[in-house]
């Protein structure tokens, strides 16, 4: 069975300090993650993926995050929040061969000015 | 280029009416679909998904149904609603394995 988990509701941070969200993963076999954003009443947009290659994948509206296979990680980064930012941000996970796309609960962000 | 259209916006229905939501994709063929219930404005809970016309993989035993009658066009039902089934309603696309899912705008039905 594939999972994500996202440890923490809500991440509070000053607007122009970075920003980390926080995914973990569990997986049979290679992982493709993605990170998605929701803002009230919409649909979720699409903001990066790793598939292979370089750990470090950066994204739209500034974000990056960083795959770490050995913790099972995909962290969700971006170096200076603005309050825009303010959202409902989620992690996925799809193994190889498998067509269930699994979702994690989802972090709130909260950017103060 | 791709694009997905979900309709309704948002739906009260009272209990132990039917429901339909239509989901249909344009600009890809043999799409995978997928509709997921969000409660609370949280989690997602994916309630299911097709890799073809007729395939429908079920998640979790529940009151509803989904049908794919067309290649791009997806369908979820119930026959009778339950307040229980009160969510946000998104329907969502994607290709093959390691590519993203393209989502809707969702529905938002209200069980009264």
């Known amino acids: 069975a594939q999972s994500v988990a996202q440890p923490e509701d809500q991440v509070n941070v000053a607007e122009g300090n970075p920003l980390t969200v926080k995914c973990t993963y569990s997986?049979?076999?290679?992982?493709?993650l993605f990170w998605y954003v929701q803002y009230p009443n919409r649909g979720l947009q699409f903001l990066l993926k790793?598939?292979?290659?370089?750990?470090l994948v950066k994204g739209s509206y500034g974000f990056e995050a960083e795959f770490n296979k050995s913790q099972t990680s995909f962290h969700l980064k971006k170096p200076s929040a603005l309050v825009s930012d303010s959202a409902l941000y989620f992690c996925a996970v799809r193994g190889y061969g498998n067509n269930r796309l699994a979702f994690g609960k989802g972090n709130q962000v909260v950017v103060i000015p | 280029s791709q694009t997905i259209h979900q309709w309704p916006a948002t739906l009260v229905q009272p209990v132990g009416s039917p429901l339909s939501l239509e989901c249909t994709v344009e600009?890809?063929?043999?799409?995978?679909l997928y509709w997921y219930r969000q409660a609370a404005g949280r989690g997602l809970q994916l309630l299911f998904y097709s890799v073809g016309i007729g395939q429908i993989s079920s998640e979790v035993p529940q009151n509803l149904s989904a049908s794919r009658p067309q290649d791009r066009q997806f369908i979820l039902s119930s026959k009778k609603l339950l307040l229980s089934d009160s969510g946000f309603y998104l329907c969502?696309?994607?290709?093959?394995?390691?590519?993203?899912?393209?989502f809707g705008q969702g529905t938002r039905l209200t069980v009264v």
């Open positions: 997986v049979s076999g290679n992982p493709y």
């Open positions: 790793y598939i292979t290659g370089d750990n």
């Open positions: 600009g890809t063929s043999n799409p995978n």
């Open positions: 969502a696309w994607g290709g093959q394995f390691n590519t993203e899912a393209f």
